[in-house]
């Protein structure tokens, strides 16, 4: 199944009317050189055209709401419809966000709302919601700790450590804020390499970035004394939130020793992946870094909510969106939370933890290698075929695109990148255990088929709307536009 | 349990599965004086009906007020068919597309996009969308000073009629990063940048100037002679601009001899909802020999192995998944989602729609314009061409009126006197296409 592209749907003078104002007479004051003298290339097509088209593209997508989706370190959990529902109120869609405070009362309360039940979930002392990403969290999150070196006139600590498992935004971030990365080794069983921590520290050391439970899906046993060290070398430690899922409810980054976390709120809260994005990456401060919080947080005085601004904050990292971050991305994080509330929070944890373990056990069980056997999954695992790709010529890429022809969306492949041919599995709390065996189902179906019939596997997807795709050609002849002649 | 589906028998079988005693067991690497004690900060569990009436009551509490804010986001209609399409579960609930045998929706969507803003701003080449234009713009400066291999200064100027709040997210962006990013003072009499005022930087070495049209007054500045001046002094230009205006305006690829640089702005006119703030989205595009120094993700046309047309993620050697500390940004996430409303969006409003939409704006501001230049203590500041927003002056300090419009339901504007106490009690005012008449009739009664 295919679906030309809209632009060959279209045919000059058509149009969906419908859509448009009604015209006026008055035309503009505008003078004509200012003015733009050839139409952009946009379709004609009419709303029915429109509709089946966008509609038939859906089609070609796989998504949570159509086909288990368990990749690894994306938290693709259930995106429950209340949440969309209730976020898309006229009222709340229709705010401005320089709106008078006194107009919006209401949306500001689930907003200071939100704030305080992330303070209790992490166990941090303050929360911004305006990151508009992880990533841009991570953003905030070193910058608010090179800004507390240097309001302390501690400027020579340039260096953040970051493992070697780590995501790449994590170096990325460290860089954009003007740091050196300073890489650290995972031990094999999975934990940080305290020894080359003690050896890494030293005066130039802004902080550490850590994921835990780590990329590796383990737990990192010896967090308090990590955090023991990077303090007592004058350094403080982020805590990012890829993995919060893991640990909801159960063990709260504030209490291990953290002094800054970024949540991502389309992951642990269950709003919307979208095709990749929006995100949302609100960040969480240790009593310290409370004055460099990035603006506007809502405060509260009396029952009255208002936005605090530089005027509160005079040593804040500053504004990192034009307004108030992913709004609308907040609201349905906040109604997910009310709707799970307490017990809710640990359950995530809970079930997230037991699917990754049950599927992991029976992974093993029918003959797959578990990169690290020893230790409890945490919410995700990591298997690798490098035994298959070795005898059988089969990796982790074939694996991947076999599980879209059996309707699985394919694990992370490839990451993180110090496990050879590794598949990182996250099968999320929200899915039941028969589809968990069906899954372990076609894994093993798709084993069968690499020792009998190796070429189908390597020649995957073959059910899907196209095979394999040529990404040397698409990186070297460039067609990022469409154009009319060809 | 909310969204878990699992039985009490499930339950058993897969912790016999594991060899577990119980659930708690699946945590015992973590130390027992770690393990959080209960959460009596969060409150119980809400039923969907519940929240449901606790959000409709928190909506009705904040009402539908009459909006006459714009100052970078805008109230526009949005056809039924695009948040009904959006939000279906495979475009809502699908991530970027990584795998893109099973993503052709959404990557074939935004290669159709890249295609669309392109022609749109008049430039070669898109990437999928940055998170909003504010932030778009930080990512701009730092684009420029990767681009422009022969400027070592790392200067940026952004004229104060470039909008405040995007300057000011641009210097939170690349503060970190020895940018300067300077500010140029503008005419008190037109509200525009003019060629005299960047004189003084001439022979100077500049990396890149920014120019917002219309600009954050919503005057139209005159960005030939503005680019022309840029390029001859060596400077590459940043464009700021709306989309929807450019349905009627002179897209940045025409400005001036050789068109523009980058051109960076918000989606969000573009069938996204005000939302409070967000979630918008950021575009940017540029020349074709800039597109490696772009942020972001890029969408390709390729074939696969039969030959058969398809869509992947290229150029990711750009990107931190791959290049790490090396990256061009730690960008990882576009805003999707908002790209998909305003692929939408621009297919069923079409170009000519597009102009309709634009053109009905300008005639609803003049009706509105000269309404209330007939208040008494009311004056427009500037003449001059404009696009959706016009500064009005008044007589009293602008708190005052916004409180007085707002006890009638009006949001009123947007106060510029502490960015720009040099104009007096200034105030921004929008005027969409979405006010009628008597919505203006309203304002100005409210005024009196």
Not at chain 1, 40 to 69: C, G, K, W
Request: charged share 20%.
């Amino acid at each position: 199944m295919t679906e030309k592209l809209i632009f060959e749907h279209s045919r000059p003078g058509r149009s969906a009317t419908a859509q448009r104002p009604h015209a006026v007479a008055a035309q503009s004051k505008i003078p004509s050189a200012l003015r733009r003298q050839t139409r952009p290339l946009l379709p004609e097509v009419s709303e029915l055209q429109a509709v089946r088209h966008f509609t038939r593209l859906s089609q070609l997508n796989f998504s949570i709401d159509t086909h288990f989706y368990p990749l690894g370190s994306c938290t693709m959990k259930y995106n429950p419809r209340a949440c969309n529902q209730y976020a898309m109120l006229p009222e709340l869609l229709g705010r401005h966000p320089l709106a008078p405070e006194s107009l919006g009362q209401g949306f500001m309360t689930c907003l200071f709302e939100l704030q305080e039940m992330l303070k209790e979930v992490t166990g941090m002392r303050g929360v911004s919601l305006t990151p508009m990403a992880g990533a841009q969290g991570e953003f905030a999150g070193v910058a608010m700790i090179r800004a507390y070196h240097h309001a302390r006139g501690d400027v020579q600590r340039d260096e953040i450590i970051v493992p070697d498992a780590a995501h790449g935004t994590n170096p990325a971030t460290a860089t954009m804020c003007g740091c050196k990365v300073v890489e650290i080794p995972s031990l094999s069983n999975g934990d940080i390499d305290v020894e080359a921590l003690k050896g890494a520290v030293g005066p130039k050391t802004a902080g550490i970035m850590l994921t835990n439970p780590s990329t590796l899906g383990v737990f990192e046993r010896r967090i308090v004394e990590v955090a023991q060290i990077v303090h007592k070398a004058g350094g403080l430690l982020y805590y990012d939130g890829a993995n919060l899922n893991a640990i909801l409810g159960k063990v709260r980054p504030g209490d291990m020793g953290f002094d800054v976390i970024h949540m991502n709120l389309h992951k642990t809260f269950s709003t919307p992946h979208g095709g990749g994005g929006p995100g949302s990456g609100a960040v969480g401060v240790s009593e310290r870094l409370l004055p460099f919080m990035p603006i506007p947080i809502v405060g509260k005085e009396g029952d009255k909510y208002r936005w605090l601004t530089e005027k509160d904050l005079p040593q804040s990292i500053g504004r990192l969106s034009a307004f108030m971050g992913n709004a609308g991305v907040l609201l349905r994080a906040y109604i997910y939370m009310r709707m799970l509330g307490r017990d809710g929070m640990h359950r995530v944890a809970e079930f997230a933890s037991l699917n990754a373990n049950y599927l992991s056990a029976r992974l093993q069980k029918a003959g797959f290698e578990a990169a690290y056997p020893s230790r409890r999954a945490s919410h995700e695992f990591i298997i690798t075929v490098k035994r298959q790709a070795r005898e059988l010529g089969v990796n982790a890429m074939d694996f991947a695109k076999r599980l879209l022809d059996y309707g699985y969306h394919a694990p992370t492949t490839y990451f993180p990148l110090l496990v050879p041919e590794c598949l990182l599995i996250e099968p999320t709390e929200t899915e039941a255990k028969q589809d968990l065996d069906a899954f372990v189902e076609a894994m093993i179906a798709i084993q069968r088929e690499a020792e009998t019939d190796a070429e189908k596997v390597k020649t995957a997807p073959h059910t899907l709307p196209v095979r394999r795709l040529d990404d040397v050609r698409a990186a070297k002849q460039l067609d990022l536009v469409w154009k009319a002649t060809g | 349990m909310p969204f878990i589906p699992h039985t009490p028998e499930d339950i058993q079988e897969m912790l016999s599965v594991i060899g577990a005693a119980n659930i708690d067991a699946l945590f015992d690497e973590i130390p027992a004086d770690l393990r959080a004690k209960p959460l009596v900060g969060i409150p119980e569990a809400m039923s969907e009906m519940a929240i449901g009436q606790l959000m409709q009551q928190r909506a009705v509490q904040d009402g539908r007020v009459l909006n006459f804010i714009g100052a970078g986001a805008y109230e526009h209609h949005i056809p039924a068919a695009v948040w009904a399409i959006v939000t279906r579960g495979e475009f809502y609930s699908a991530y970027t597309p990584y795998q893109a045998e099973a993503s052709q929706g959404t990557l074939q969507l935004l290669y159709q996009y890249q295609t669309m803003i392109a022609s749109l701003t008049g430039m070669e080449v898109s990437n999928a969308s940055l998170y909003d234009g504010a932030s778009a713009l930080g990512e701009a400066c730092l684009m420029a000073v990767r681009a422009h291999r022969k400027s070592k200064s790392l200067r940026i100027l952004i004229p104060n009629t470039v909008s405040p709040i995007y300057s000011k997210v641009a210097h939170a962006c690349v503060g970190h990063q020895r940018l300067s990013l300077e500010a140029v003072p503008f005419s008190k009499e037109s509200g525009t940048l003019s060629v005299a005022a960047l004189d003084a930087y001439k022979g100077q070495d500049i990396t890149a100037i920014v120019i917002q049209q219309p600009n954050f007054f919503g005057q139209l500045e005159d960005v030939d002679a503005l680019t022309d001046w840029a390029h001859a002094n060596g400077t590459m230009v940043i464009a700021v601009v709306n989309p929807l205006s450019l349905a009627i305006l002179k897209p940045p690829g025409q400005w001036g001899q050789k068109g523009v640089d980058i051109v960076v702005g918000d989606g969000q006119p573009m069938g996204v909802p005000l939302s409070g703030g967000g979630p918008y989205f950021g575009f940017m595009t540029t020349r074709m020999e800039y597109v490696r120094q772009m942020p972001g993700r890029i969408i390709g046309r390729t074939v696969d192995l039969e030959g058969k047309q398809g869509f992947t993620l290229t150029l990711q050697a750009r990107e931190q998944h791959i290049r790490r500390s090396k990256a061009t940004s730690n960008i990882c996430t576009n805003q999707g989602l908002l790209v998909t409303a305003a692929t939408i969006h621009m297919s069923l409003l079409g170009a000519e729609g597009l102009e309709d939409v634009a053109a009905t704006c300008c005639a609803r501001l003049d009706e509105f314009i000269a309404a209330v230049a007939k208040v008494p203590g009311v004056q427009v500041k500037f003449a001059g061409p404009r696009f959706h927003e016009a500064v009005l002056t008044f007589n009293r300090p602008i708190p005052q009126v916004l409180d007085a419009l707002a006890k009638q339901g009006i949001a009123g504007g947007y106060d510029l006197t502490p960015h720009y106490p040099e104009l007096g009690n200034a105030l921004l005012v929008c005027v969409t296409e979405t006010r009628t008449t008597a919505d203006i009739q309203k304002y100005v009664a409210a005024l009196l």
